[in-house]
Nanobody, 118 residues
Framework: QVQLVESGGGLVQAGGSLRLSCAAS????????MGWYRQAPGKQRELVAT???????DYADSVKGRFTISRDNAKNTVYLQMNSLTPEDTAVYYC????????????WGQGTQVTVSS
């Protein structure tokens, strides 16, 4: 089992920045992909960014050039640096961890609210 705890959300004005953190614990050695997703009110959860060892990070088109995902393996923590925030970035942000081997477990954090005011 893997436990994920997000932090760093909050209220920021448009154009501002926030950094989200996701601390992972448990059977982390089985995790292959870590990422951030978000869900705005009335909308489906969507991918924001993922990071996999040995590969370049992947980003949603809507955040490319503004958001940066990174991983500190020594701290078992994944970060999402968010710059040039807009009100459209307002959502609950969820940390995700995936195993790419059986039993293909998929873990979620509890979510952290990001609100961008205009």
């Amino acid at each position: 089992q893997v436990q994920l705890v997000e932090s760093g959300g909050g209220l920021v004005q448009a154009g501002g920045s926030l950094r989200l953190s996701c601390a992972a614990s448990g059977t982390i050695f089985r995790v292959n992909v870590m990422g951030w997703y978000r869900q705005a009110p009335g909308k489906q959860r969507e991918l924001v960014a993922t990071i996999t060892s040995g590969r370049s990070p992947d980003y949603a088109d809507s955040v490319k050039g503004r958001f940066t995902i990174s991983r500190d393996n020594a701290k078992n923590t994944v970060y999402l640096q968010m710059n040039s925030l807009t009100p459209e970035d307002t959502a609950v942000y969820y940390c995700n961890a995936k195993e790419l081997t059986m039993p293909y477990m998929n873990y979620w954090g509890q979510g952290t609210q990001v609100t961008v005011s205009s």
